[in-house]
């Protein structure tokens, strides 16, 4: 009923969900932190921390440096220009100076943030007056 293929046996050699990162309480990195999963930050990290997976900042923790990652969760304190690909969660406990670029924004009441703001790419059909415009397709469709 069922057979097997000689040796041929999967591999799991290949990591395809690397394991979490974690910087405790009570510990300090000061550097540059690079990693392809996801971090959890509950500790300081002086420099630059760029990770392919999400992004936790827990309410001990403090980034003073550069983000750049997939999705972020802050609930700690960051000084930093924030990059997030998709999704930036700050929580109540969350302080935030810096600029932030990121595709989504989530913001719970009691949450800080000082600096500017990026989301997404420009909104397409709002003119700089906040009407809409009308695209050339719709024009010579309705006519």
């Known amino acids: ?37 996801d971090i959890r930050i509950d500790g300081v990290l002086n420099g630059t921390l760029s990770s392919e997976g999400k992004v936790v900042v827990g309410q001990s923790g403090v980034i003073e440096g550069e983000v750049t990652c997939k999705n972020a969760d802050i ?39 000082t600096g500017t703001c990026n989301m997404g790419s420009v909104v397409k059909g709002i003119n700089n007056d906040g009407r809409q415009e009308k695209s050339q397709q719709e024009i010579e469709q309705y006519a």
Do not use: H, W, Y
């Open 1 to 37: 009923m069922f057979k097997k293929n000689g040796n041929k046996m999967a591999r799991n050699n290949e990591v395809e969900n690397p394991a979490i990162n974690i910087i405790r309480k009570g510990t300090e990195i000061k550097g540059d932190v690079t990693c392809a999963g």
């Open 75 to 113: 609930s700690g304190n960051i000084k930093a220009n924030i990059v997030v690909r998709e999704l930036l969660q700050l929580k109540a406990t969350a302080n935030i100076a810096g600029d932030i670029n990121t595709n989504k924004l989530s913001i719970e009441p009691g949450a800080n943030f």
